[in-house]
């Protein structure tokens, strides 16, 4: 756990509103599980394949058709549950949602209303070095996704793709303890950190793997903070809840457009009605999609198809013992064991491959200049060309290679940022493209002495103007530097000339 002290961070007050207002905000997110087959049949989960060929006859709802528990989807949820330190619940049942959907061959959704897998947990928020919102999870619930209706193929008729239907979703439910739009977003971020982390959800938001519906209210200054140990939020503002939100810019624009919304309606004498609401990026606004009053009635009931769900704890133990480290003991770790600070070891750990890089490069050698390196020059250099670190053209040896050849003193920074090039592009063993191009640095001190010596002798102008003006020896270090065809150790001509000025 990360030994920080934190400060919770201010709730958002609105601005440009007659009176004081606060947010609260809370999230129901859709996490595919990443599994290759679907919740409770075999057909494939994969991505974009041909329309309709994922669907076994469970999935088109073929009469007579049982659905059967997908063993790794109750395994990935039980793990997103540990990962969210949270109960995880021995009996669980399924129940069924109905309501009519083309894209929902069944006629119902099989969900868990009453039961579901996993109860309360928390996510540690972080918004900046020491600031930090520990946000609640009320619950996790496994559910079948549904089909996918396409209405732009062709002018008269809609079609449907059942690939999509039944895939595992984990429907993760926060306490309304998100306080505004930034913290939203923030949460959405690391929520997702922590499943990639587990292995649980790719979080992949643009193909729809990561979906957060957004329930947005407006209270007085200090009411949260009366129900948030009571857990009790009725008496609130009403909310409104902004479905399925796949951008973190959209989140935090339609939270921010929607409090304004409310705000308006509540200083003009006005209720806000409870109701579901759509974003719509292209002009700024939410815009009612059915109010709570016109809500289907989903007719939930036990399904009768599905045994309640029972798991053991010794298998719940074993997923435990399996568990990864996470994101909050990751970064506590680089910043003890590696001397990072809190921006860095945030920086470096957001994947899990580039902490597993940089750790790779830190062993047995100096953390920070490791960070500073991995950051700047690899990060600048993979972001430049667009490509992720497991497509890194240089290796985390290749990369300590050229840091070793500074710590050893044979490459002056500027040398070093060279054959960083010169590898990235070329590849090889640093030490070895070094020799061979003759990049080493002249930490000779009688070779330096007397190339200062030189250029002294021949500028006594340049002498007197340094002698009263000491900023002016950079210009002796730059000559010396170049008179050495650029190998000499910068620090050391630094230090020679100015002893040789006596500065
Ligand atoms: P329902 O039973 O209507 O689905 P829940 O209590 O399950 O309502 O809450 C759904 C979501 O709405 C949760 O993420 C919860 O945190 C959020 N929520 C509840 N009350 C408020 C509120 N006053 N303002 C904002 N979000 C809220
Ligand atoms: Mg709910």
Not at 124 to 134: D, F, I, N, P, T
Not at 197 to 214: E, I, P, S
Not at 417 to 425: A, C, N, V, Y
Request: hydrophobic letters at 40%.
């Amino acid at each position: 756990m990360l030994d920080l002290t934190y400060e919770a961070p201010k709730p958002k007050i609105i601005a440009g509103a007659r009176e004081d207002w606060e947010l609260v905000i809370g999230m129901e997110i859709h996490a595919q599980v990443s599994s290759e087959s679907k919740l409770f049949s075999g057909a494939s989960t994969g991505f974009g394949a041909e329309p309709n060929s994922h669907v076994s006859f469970v999935d088109a709802a073929m009469p007579g058709m049982l659905p059967v528990i997908n063993e790794f989807c109750v395994e990935q949820a039980v793990r997103t549950g540990l990962g969210l330190k949270a109960e995880i619940n021995l009996r669980s049942a399924f129940d069924r949602k109905n309501y009519f959907y083309p894209d929902l061959p069944q006629g119902y959704q099989i969900s868990q209303l009453y039961h579901p897998i996993v109860g309360e947990g928390e996510v540690l928020v972080e918004l900046g070095a020491g600031v930090a919102r520990l946000v609640r999870v009320e619950r996790i619930h496994l559910e079948q996704d549904a089909g996918k209706s396409i209405h732009d193929m062709d002018p008269a008729n809609s079609f449907v793709d059942f690939n999509r239907t039944g895939v595992a979703l984990m429907e993760i439910v926060s306490r309304p303890d998100i306080r505004s739009p930034e913290e939203a977003a923030a949460y959405v971020l690391k929520l997702r950190q922590i499943l990639r982390y587990l292995g649980t959800c790719d979080g992949n938001m643009q193909n729809g793997n990561l979906r957060a519906d957004v329930n947005v209210s407006v209270c007085r200054p200090g009411d949260y903070e009366r129900f948030r140990e009571s857990g009790d939020f009725s008496h609130l503002g009403t909310r409104c809840e902004i479905k399925n939100m796949n951008s973190m810019r959209f989140i935090q624009a339609a939270i921010d457009v929607e409090a304004r919304r409310q705000i308006a309606i509540l200083e003009d004498g006005g209720t806000v009605t409870q109701e579901t609401r759509l974003y719509d990026p292209d002009k700024n606004e939410t815009r009612s999609m059915r109010s709570k009053e016109e809500a289907q009635d989903y007719r939930y009931f036990p399904d009768p198809d599905l045994l309640p769900l029972e798991i053991e704890q010794g298998w719940v133990d074993d997923i435990a013992a399996t568990m990864p480290e996470l994101p909050d003991d990751k970064k506590a770790r680089f910043m003890r064991d590696f001397g990072l600070t809190d921006y860095d070891a945030n920086v470096l750990t957001a994947e899990l491959d580039a902490a597993g890089f940089f750790e790779q490069v830190a062993k047995g050698r100096d953390g920070k200049q490791v960070a500073n390196w991995v950051i700047n020059e690899l990060f600048g250099r993979l972001n430049k060309e667009g490509l992720s670190i497991d497509a890194s053209p240089m290796t985390g040896a290749q990369l300590g290679g050229i840091i070793d050849l500074i710590a050893s003193g044979d490459l002056s920074g500027k040398m070093a940022k060279d054959l960083f090039e010169i590898i990235w592009t070329e590849g090889g063993d640093p030490a070895e493209v070094a020799a061979a191009r003759g990049m080493k640095q002249v930490t000779d001190t009688g070779a330096i002495e007397a190339a200062v010596d030189d250029i002294i002798a021949a500028n006594p102008a340049q002498v007197e103007k340094a002698k009263a003006n000491p900023k002016l020896a950079g210009w002796f270090v730059g000559q010396v530097i170049k008179a050495t065809g650029g190998k000499a150790s910068p620090q050391m001509v630094n230090e020679i000339v100015a002893a040789k000025l006596g500065l």
